[in-house]
């Protein structure tokens, strides 16, 4: 039978006599569970995910693989092996050849290469970088290339949207006289998706794109099977055949690990850079050249070219690069060349191969999980780490549902004011959109592309973007952040009521570097002493002393031990843990970036703050651990 009454399994589980469904609830692998009787025979395999969604929504993602296999096969999980030759037989000289471009992927060093394998490299193959004032150039290589039969690439071409009418007419005109054109010629175009690129293009032309590989295991596979590592006489080309065979593995697992971080969005990185291979392959090459130079193993130069130089200057956050620093040091350290147990991941899994040569190292590979567990990436067990896929999973989702279109002794009185001034101006917003919202609707106003936008945003259950631009920084849904506006709103409100409260609500603020300036503009002013020689002290307390007291601060990637007061291990279910004050980082929001201030630091950034713990501060660092101003529900 078909589930008909979703109060039935509420029922069942609150009638639950063996804990079925708190061991579900409980389990490292929920998804591999099976339902206990009757439902395992009276689900289909899409409802079961359904329930899934509920109890463990974490776990959506690799329970979805497994249904995409069991229903449509492992190709649709598995992307293939880029082939461009495939590609390239495919095409014709009037046929343009398309790479959408995607973060991570560069298409340029496999083209260069494939083109001296067709005998048209060196000035067979001319290449430019379309921006401002190239369009000239472009069109004369093309008509030049064309002419003499020879390969033109167009890189870049979403930063040329006001040529690219000029591309298509080229394309048309030039490519369709078969007299005009040698059987030689290919034209290449490289792009992002752009809204501006030619429609006729994509329509005529061959499309390509060369996505990142997705998990550890395919990116560790991928960067052994690219040039040039996977070239017998690069691989073979290095005179200490151990330690180069142990550092490449490394380079080539750090190069897997900060790629793969991006997937658990501000828990791997707080800005999601953009790694690709042409920093895998300088550094390999780096690697390669220092031991053919050095009798011994210069480690602390190549751990600065590959750290600060090839994958730091991508860098621009520095909480960011203290983490690349961190991951590298525990892939490239002495006790990896030296212990033969050495292991990158606490379970073990990951490790240096048994045995030496390319082949060995490429079956080792192949036998990691297809799945990896998030210790690999230096996290903990925790929840909210595949959390984060599952949201974007389902926002995604959900955007396919879019069916229809003062006083000089207190200057907690000026942070009052500017916070009120900032949510009147907020709440006007709202209630403004809403009534034109409303008038529209009923026909007695015309439906502008912002109102629509509104509407659209309130059926997927999102923040319009009109409240968002005169909001403070939030994440959540919008039942949610309606909930906590009103909330602030209280809070505000019992303040300007009753006065200043004696503990302060710091996820509260609009604004909270304001809050935190006025407290020391406060204690300065008391003290008599220079405002930009104070600082903050922090301290987890149950008791009133001196000082100021917050509250509503949360830890990700960490808990707190009261009794012990200091940090410890995150539970595998649990998202976040309130604390009084915070530790490390402190963030407005679960997105650990914003666009940067005057300061250098990320308008997200509010302080960074100290906490004891029993473990070294790397053990932290790897884990992503922060402090939030509030969540994303």
Not at 111 to 131: C, I, P, R
Not at 460 to 481: D, M, N, Q
Not at 613 to 620: G, L, T, V
Request: aromatic share 12%.
């Amino acid at each position: 039978g078909e589930l008909t009454d979703g109060g039935q399994i509420e029922r069942h589980i609150k009638r639950d006599i063996v804990p079925w469904w708190k061991n579900v609830y409980d389990s490292a692998h929920p998804n591999e569970m099976t339902l206990p009787e009757p439902w395992d025979d009276l689900l289909s395999d899409f409802q079961k995910l359904l329930i899934l969604r509920c109890i463990r929504p974490d776990k959506i993602i690799p329970a979805v693989q497994h249904f995409i296999i069991d229903n449509m096969g492992p190709s649709y999980v598995e992307p293939p092996t880029f082939d461009l030759q495939c590609s390239y037989m495919d095409s014709t000289c009037s046929t343009p050849l398309v790479f959408i471009l995607s973060p991570g992927a560069d298409p340029m060093a496999v083209l260069v290469k494939f083109a001296e394998e067709k005998g048209m490299g060196g000035a067979h193959l001319q290449t430019v970088s379309l921006g401002q004032g190239q369009g000239p150039i472009a069109r004369n290589m093309i008509e030049k290339a064309a002419a003499e039969g020879t390969w033109v690439v167009l890189q870049n071409c979403h930063l040329a949207p006001s040529w690219l009418p000029d591309l298509e007419q080229i394309c048309e005109e030039l490519l369709s006289d078969q007299d005009l054109v040698k059987p030689g010629f290919r034209l290449w175009l490289t792009s992002y998706p752009s809204s501006d690129f030619p429609i006729s293009i994509l329509q005529n032309g061959i499309k390509m794109t060369n996505e990142p590989p997705k998990g550890l295991r395919a990116n560790l596979l991928r960067s052994y099977l690219s040039n040039p590592i996977s070239d017998p006489t690069f691989y073979e080309g290095c005179s200490k055949k151990e330690e180069w065979e142990k550092l490449l593995f490394s380079l080539c697992l750090f190069h897997g690990l900060v790629q793969e971080r991006r997937m658990f969005g501000p828990l791997g990185w707080n800005i999601p850079y953009e790694f690709n291979e042409s920093d895998l392959h300088i550094s390999a090459r780096q690697v390669q050249m220092f031991l053919n130079t050095y009798s011994e193993v210069p480690l602390d130069a190549l751990s600065y070219l590959i750290g600060e130089c090839n994958y730091g200057g991508r860098v621009t956050d520095s909480f960011d690069r203290r983490l690349l620093l961190s991951l590298l040091d525990t892939c490239y350290c002495l006790e990896m060349l030296t212990n033969m147990d050495y292991s990158f991941s606490s379970s073990g899994v990951y490790r240096l191969p048994a045995k030496s040569g390319f082949n060995n190292y490429l079956e080792h590979i192949k036998s990691l999980p297809m799945s990896a567990e998030p210790e690999v990436f230096m996290l903990s067990q925790m929840f909210s780490v595949y959390q984060f896929c599952t949201d974007e999973l389902f926002l995604s989702l959900s955007s396919f549902q879019k069916r229809f279109p003062i006083t000089y002794a207190e200057s907690m009185n000026t942070v009052l004011v500017q916070e009120l001034l900032r949510f009147n101006q907020l709440t006007s917003t709202i209630r403004g959109s809403l009534r034109d919202l409303s008038r529209a609707l009923q026909g007695q106003a015309l439906m502008s592309g912002e109102l629509e936008d509104i509407f659209n945003s309130i059926i997927v259950g999102k923040v319009p973007a009109l409240w968002s631009s005169k909001s403070y920084p939030s994440l959540k849904p919008l039942g949610s952040y309606i909930s906590d506006l009103l909330l602030r709103l209280h809070f505000f409100k019992c303040w300007t009521d009753d006065g200043a409260p004696t503990v302060f609500w710091i996820s509260g603020f609009y604004f909270t570097q304001c809050f935190l300036t006025g407290v020391l503009q406060n204690h300065a002013r008391k003290s008599q002493v220079p405002i930009d020689q104070l600082n903050f002290q922090f301290h987890l307390t149950e008791y009133h002393t001196d000082g100021v007291y917050i509250k509503g601060i949360f830890i990700e990637g960490a808990s707190w031990d009261t009794k012990k007061r200091t940090l410890k291990e995150v539970q595998p279910t649990e998202l976040y843990e309130t604390l009084d004050i915070g530790w490390k980082v402190v963030y407005n929001t679960s997105i650990r970036r914003g666009e940067l201030s005057t300061t250098g630091h990320s308008t997200n950034y509010i302080m960074t703050v100290d906490l004891p713990s029993e473990k070294p501060q790397k053990h932290w660092i790897n884990r992503g651990v922060a402090c939030l101003c509030q969540l994303d529900y």
